[in-house]
């Protein structure tokens, strides 16, 4: 599966921005999706996934109640809707890809496939 990750900008505090990844090629239902974050000179870390039928959600502590991750398996797409942005939400923004029949994990080498990634800056 192909992945392109979109919607990234420069924002001000307690602004919203949603992001989204299309997806193109295998069947997207047969896919966990997830998305990451890279800070500047900081390790990519993850920051929350879905279960490919939408049903399930995982998010890291610090997002939760604030990001929402969702997919529309009709469209191929998954979303991250990140509400009441912060400047240490500011990173490179990834989605990412792996067998629903894997487990669950946070791990990057978890996931098999990647979009390029796209900006969010927020501005104090």
């Known amino acids: 599966v192909q992945l392109q990750a979109s919607g990234g900008g420069l924002v001000q505090t307690g602004g919203s921005l949603r992001l989204s990844c299309a997806a193109s090629?295998?069947?997207?239902?047969?896919?966990?999706m997830a998305w990451f974050r890279q800070a500047p000179r900081k390790e990519r870390d993850f920051v929350a996934s879905?279960?490919?039928?939408?049903?399930?959600?995982y998010y890291i502590d610090s997002v939760k109640g604030q990001f929402t991750i969702s997919r529309d398996n009709a469209k191929n797409t998954v979303y991250l809707q990140m509400n009441s942005l912060k400047p240490e939400d500011t990173a490179v923004y990834y989605c990412?890809?792996?067998?629903?029949?894997?487990?669950?994990?946070?791990?990057?080498?978890?996931?098999?496939?990647w979009g390029q990634g796209t900006l969010v800056t927020v501005s104090s």
């Open positions: 990412a890809a792996a067998p629903k029949t894997s487990a669950w994990g946070r791990n990057p080498t978890q996931y098999n496939h």
């Open positions: 090629g295998r069947t997207f239902s047969s896919y966990r």
């Open positions: 879905i279960s490919w039928n939408g049903i399930s959600t």
